[in-house]
């Protein structure tokens, strides 16, 4: 009898549909996530080949889409929206421009990757209904792009905080773990609110507002200074504050232009709590993931 | 082992709607739910599921055939119960999953394989594979918007299948690509149940089912109605759920038909005789096959017995009617079709398939036993083609009697359509009766109208002295006498007989053409008999392995005699290196003479094996003659224009004890003769009996 595959050698198989899996076994996610890594990394590329094959600019639209954007920001801020008492939005010899963008891409990333993630398993219900596979892959593949867009901006935040005669020093390393934080944020808010809009599609408009309120809640385009300067003179009351704080971003984006711009390690304050809520969202995300994902293709 | 177990497995899909499913979790649910809780989809259900088993699953739409396969997919779980799957499961359900159309084939190879649980590692392994199977050498770089549909889904299959799996899920897959990759896919799943693989199969094709699985499954409203024995379990379904389904039955005394979507099933006594294909009518427009089955019917007086079907189809201005009646026991089914307006249509037929339990048939004079069906066999076959002077042709089953003799008759076809008996490939499994109409087209399409395309009559109440009979009428239109010598012709050749005495044996007189290696015998071409007048006989003979025909011209002399011409119409340059006219003799002839040589064919023990013959030299000479006790001589003389001829007479081996006497044209050591395109008389001469009492 010939060889049904053709003749070639075929090595045992490893992957085991995450269906198929205990449900309870948190620790098997890590495990199928290792061994669809290809599938991952395939889907991802898939997802930036279709968005760029047949635009006539191509990949360079990834570094197109931050400049225009800060361009357009930078201007409101600068020129339209020009601030009464002469005080610099951000802190003392930081241009505007750069601290916008350092707030702006990190921000746009987790946007991006939360509403891409929270859409995907409806978008890509054709392969949910269809095929057997680790379900986590499809909203961790949506993140593939907004990672890709985010290397693309830090490029341009580098280069145009350089041109602005800013210095880059060692303190930026410090941007590794604070990454490593908001993706676990992230990563764990997209498991979230993917698995929860298969069933109630409510979640995905729910998500859009969330997302516009944070961006003006978060600190953007603006220092978190402002925030703690305005509580302390009693402009903002102590409770709103707080509430202002409950949002790890705002901790963590203050910590980027500590980082990066103003060249010195984050106050330390500023890791505590995105760390802990990190840990929470990928926990909680990946556990109510898991437990929808045996029969998410039944509500699509 | 068991691959696949379940226990009491049972799925039951949640209410659809955000609102629905929201408020029905709460207090508030209880207030505002009217609408009635979902019925299950799958009721509880035990299964196992052994390695190397193919296990059939069938039952109308919606009976849950796909819940169980997405189940055991792992596309979804349980609601209660378990299952368990062991090995690695591959669904053939939804090809090219993933596949996008801005990627280039070799990426969307990758990918899907990588969604049906590939590694980078063993795509390389197979890739060439994969792209050999889907025929795509050329394209593989393209991207897949450039493909055809039927390329597009020669990649999805072949990727599916390359993925090696311990368990095949195969969902009506192979109705996918033309003719000629639906075949290759067939033999593909063939092959793979041979090598051992599971396959759990899902189809409407119930003559694919047939001969894929072991066992079937009948799901019906999600409840198991039938599992075990293949055809016990598909007759059932044929019967229970296809009627219930709306469908139009007739029955008269034992027999039964059904009509099912554009088929119509044939039962005597409760046993199908149609095989699960039945009869239907298939028709090529438009680049593509069209089936009655994929037509919208509507039922026209349905009776107890009779009713008129028109099938319409969504995308063609095409109409078929099916006009049915089954009196006393004889099925009749009247077939037309109409275009609306002008039409590319090349081919119309009616295809009767029947149940390869059917082993003997008769067309006209002649009678046959099909081939059996074999594994490899990808391709229908031609079997028998009914001369177009016969309008009936019969089938008999094997000796264990449950299935009926089916007599087959046409009236009303055209003159051009053919009837013709196949069989078809192996997973179909079934012989064909089939009466088919080549509408030649040219770069005008045809103008709307209503055209007949025939009346087939079954007759499953037939008995064998009824199918004999049908043979004889036959006969008597295929013979021709003269005096007491009478030619009857069968199969390609012709039986002689005297006083109603058969004179030949075996192979009769007939002829044979060498072709450079190749020998051709008379018998090996398909004929067709036409009386020009009383006493004349012609009889044309076709081949696939010559271009032309052989046409033999017996004409009825004085008494006794018998005229004999052939003619070869070679349509192509043709070179011949020897032709001969034979005559197998019955037993009784011990001699013979030419006008050289005479001699005795004697006993064929002592000859050994082999041909032998028995002319000590080759003299020329125009005739040769046998004798035996108590039997006419027997003349077989070539005319003097014929030039020279070569009296030959052989004993054949043992086994034959065959005596043949001949008359042959020999190109000797000039090699062949060469013939240019037209016509060339290869023989002509007389055949004369002499009576021993006038001798």
Known sequence: MKPVNGGATITAMATTPSTHADRGALLQVPRDLLASRELLLDLVRKDLRVRYRYAALGFLWALLEPLAYMIVLTFIFERVLTPTDGVPMFGEGIPFASGLLCGLVFWQFSTQSIGAATASLVENQHLVKKVAFTREVIPLAAMGYPTFSLLIGLVVLLVVHRVLGGQVGSSALWMAPLFLIQLGITAGLGLLTSALNVRYRDVGYMVTVALLLGFYASPVFYDLDWVLAATSSGDVPRAVSWLYLTNPMAALLEAYRQALLEGRRPDTWLFVWPSVVSLLALTGGTVVFRRQAATVSDYL | ?695
């Open chain 2, 1 to 695: 082992m068991a691959l696949i177990e379940a226990t009491n497995m049972a799925k039951r899909y949640p209410a659809l709607g955000g609102k629905r499913a929201l408020l029905g979790r709460g207090g508030m649910g209880r207030l505002f739910r009217t609408t009635p809780p979902v019925p299950m989809a799958l009721s509880p259900l035990s299964l196992t599921v052994e390695a190397g088993e193919a296990l059939g699953i069938i039952g109308r739409n919606g009976s849950g055939k796909s819940t169980l396969l997405k189940l055991i997919a792992g596309v979804t779980a349980p609601s209660e119960g378990t299952l368990k799957v062991h090995g690695r499961v591959a669904s053939l359900l939804e090809l090219g999953a993933g596949f996008h159309p801005m990627l280039t084939g070799r990426e969307n190879v990758y990918l899907n394989a990588g969604l049906l649980g590939m590694r980078h590692a063993q795509v390389r392994a197979c890739f060439d594979a994969i792209v050999d199977f889907a025929e795509l050498a050329e394209h593989i770089d393209r991207t897949v918007d450039t493909y055809s549909s039927g390329m597009f889904v020669r990649l999805a299959f072949s990727v599916a299948i390359h993925t090696d799996p311990d368990v095949f899920l195969v969902d009506e897959v192979l109705s996918v690509g033309d003719e000629a990759f639906q075949r290759k896919c067939r033999a593909r799943i063939l092959a793979l149940k041979e090598a051992g693989k599971t396959i759990l199969f899902v189809s409407h094709d119930l003559g694919t089912v047939q001969t894929l699985c072991d066992r079937v499954l009948l799901l019906e409203q999600g409840e198991v109605l039938s599992r075990g024995d293949t055809q016990a379990t598909i007759d059932y379904y044929l019967r229970q759920i296809g009627q219930a389904q709306g469908i139009h039955r007739v029955a008269s005394g034992d027999v039964e038909a059904l009509f099912n979507h554009g088929r119509l099933s044939l039962f005597h006594r409760q046993r199908e005789v149609t095989a699960p294909l039945g009869l239907k009518v298939q028709f090529f427009s438009m680049g593509s096959y069209h089936e009655s089955t994929s037509a919208e019917w509507t039922l026209e007086s349905p009776g107890e017995t009779e009713f008129t079907a028109v099938g319409t189809f969504p995308r063609l201005p095409v109409r078929l009617y099916l006009t049915v009646s089954l009196v006393e026991g004889r099925l009749c089914l009247s077939a037309a079709w109409e275009n609306t307006q002008p039409l590319d249509l090349s081919y119309v037929a009616l295809q009767c398939f029947l149940r390869s339990a059917y082993t003997t048939w008769y067309a006209g004079t002649q009678r046959g036993a099909f081939p059996p069906i074999a594994p490899q066999d990808h391709q229908w076959s031609t079997v028998a083609t009914v001369p177009r002077n016969t309008a009936s042709c019969a089938v008999q089953a094997s000796a264990d009697g449950a299935l009926p003799p089916l007599l087959l008759e046409i009236s009303d076809a055209d003159e051009c359509a053919r009837f013709q008996l196949d069989n078809t490939d192996y997973m179909a499994q079934a012989r064909i009766v089939h009466l088919t109409e080549a509408i030649p087209t040219g770069a005008v399409p045809l103008p709307p109208g209503r055209r007949t395309l025939g009346t087939l009559v079954l007759d499953p109440t037939c008995d064998d002295a009824a199918l004999r009979q049908v043979q004889r009428a036959q006969e008597a239109a295929e013979r021709i006498e003269s005096g007491p010598l009478m030619a009857q012709y069968r199969g390609g050749a012709l039986a002689l007989s005297a006083h109603e005495q058969l004179l030949t044996d075996a192979l009769h007189l007939h002829a044979q053409l060498r072709c450079g290696a190749l020998w051709m015998l008379g018998t090996d071409f398909t004929w067709d008999v036409t009386r020009e007048t009383d006493d004349t006989l012609v009889i044309t003979g076709r081949s696939a392995r010559l271009a032309g025909s052989l046409c033999w011209e017996v004409t009825a002399a004085t008494p006794h005699h018998l005229g004999l011409v052939l003619t070869l119409h070679n349509e192509e340059r043709l070179s011949l290196s020897e032709y001969n006219l034979s005559l197998c003799l019955e037993a009784g002839y011990n001699a013979w003479q030419s006008a050289e040589a005479s001699g005795v064919f004697g006993d064929a023990g002592a000859l050994g094996t082999g041909w032998t013959h028995l002319n000590p030299t080759y003299e020329a000479g125009p005739y040769i003659s046998a004798t035996g006790p108590e039997r006419p001589k027997i003349t077989l003389h070539a005319d003097e224009s014929l030039g020279t001829v070569f009296p030959t007479a052989i004993r054949t081996d043992t086994a034959q004890d065959g005596r043949v006497v001949q008359l042959l044209c020999s190109s000797g050591r000039a090699g062949a003769f060469a013939l240019e395109p037209g016509a060339h008389v290869l023989f002509s001469g007389r055949l004369w009996t002499e009576d021993p009492t006038s001798s």
